[in-house]
């Protein structure tokens, strides 16, 4: 039977070219790396290296071998890291609900590392403009605009206060120029917004001060809204959180819209101590910190500030 462990003394030999090179870097004495060479050969009944006076070197069965054991101590690391990472409960998979408009554009930036630092975490994504309730076990964490949470078994951080203004696409501006005022909103097309769905503060502003007359599209989703202003549709009003990240959108105005909507990662308070949904929350609250998300192109006049 070959002993496994003595993979690793054949690789510590090739790559340092001695066995005294090995047992440095194995922390071992050099006569034991010779001898879990020579016991490794007489297992397989093959001679590995080439012994001159200069160095060890491959002959040619050990050159054969040699992607194989490489994938053996791959795999072999794979086992103790997942091994470690179920121990420390950072494994499982988090079940985390957003709408589609922060899923597309910055949720999924902002997890691009997060795979690298905790491989063993799945996470489940699931939009809908529809809240999941944390309570029932609909979703893990929820990365939600709103008012400040009143629930008692919600628990999270603020990500940033949600002010709105009035867009327009980088390529409409270019063409039509924008709005600079309330006043000036008569003379573009507007998209408003399907208030059955958005009725609130937002709505209403755009209710009261979009001409009726100017109103080309009337969306049911942040998302559909979003990307009729970006794709130059007309003027439009967006949240500044989504909005700021990107060089296309135009910030004409602020039209000062008083309400207390703000963006929140939550969760349920039963779940805030469980380790896989504790890095998935402080991964994305560290992110948001960072102000990543905020950035814009030099032209535009617009610039966040962290609550």
């Not at 985390?96 to 063993?120: H, I, K, Q, V, W």
Request: charged fraction near 20%; include cysteine; charge should be neutral.
């Amino acid at each position: 039977m070959i002993d496994w462990n003595d993979i690793r003394y054949f690789l510590a030999v090739l790559r340092s070219g001695t066995t005294l090179g090995a047992s440095r870097a194995l922390g071992v004495s050099q006569s034991t790396v010779a001898r879990r060479i020579a016991v490794l050969e007489e297992g397989l009944g093959l001679e590995l290296f080439d012994k001159r006076q200069s160095g060890y070197g491959l002959t040619e069965a050990g050159a054969e071998l040699l992607e194989t054991a490489e994938a053996m101590e791959t795999a072999a690391g794979a086992f103790i890291t997942k091994a470690a990472a179920r121990k420390r409960g950072l494994s499982g998979t988090v079940r985390l609900t957003t709408n589609d408009l922060f899923a597309n554009e910055f949720l999924m930036r902002a997890m691009r590392g997060f795979r690298a630092s905790f491989p063993e975490i799945l996470l489940e994504v699931i939009t809908s403009d529809r809240r999941l309730d944390l309570a029932s076990g609909e979703a893990d964490i929820a990365l939600r605009a709103s008012t400040p949470p009143t629930q008692p078994d919600l628990v999270g951080r603020r990500i940033a206060k949600d002010s709105w203004g009035v867009y327009c696409s980088r390529a409409y501006s270019l063409k039509n120029g924008m709005p600079t005022s309330i006043a000036e909103l008569a003379s573009h097309p507007a998209i408003g917004i399907y208030s059955e769905v958005f009725e609130g503060p937002v709505t209403a502003w755009a209710r009261a001060h979009f001409p009726a007359s100017a109103i080309v599209l009337r969306p049911n989703s942040v998302s559909a809204l979003y990307a009729a202003i970006r794709n130059g549709y007309g003027i439009g009003l967006m949240s500044d959180v989504v909005a700021a990240g990107d060089p296309e959108m135009v910030r004409c105005f602020d039209p000062r819209i008083e309400h207390d909507y703000e963006i929140w990662l939550l969760t349920h308070e039963r779940l805030r101590n469980v380790p896989r949904i504790r890095a998935v929350l402080d991964y994305l609250g560290g992110y948001f910190a960072s102000g990543l998300h905020m950035k814009r192109s030099p032209e535009n006049e617009f610039a966040a500030t962290a609550p």
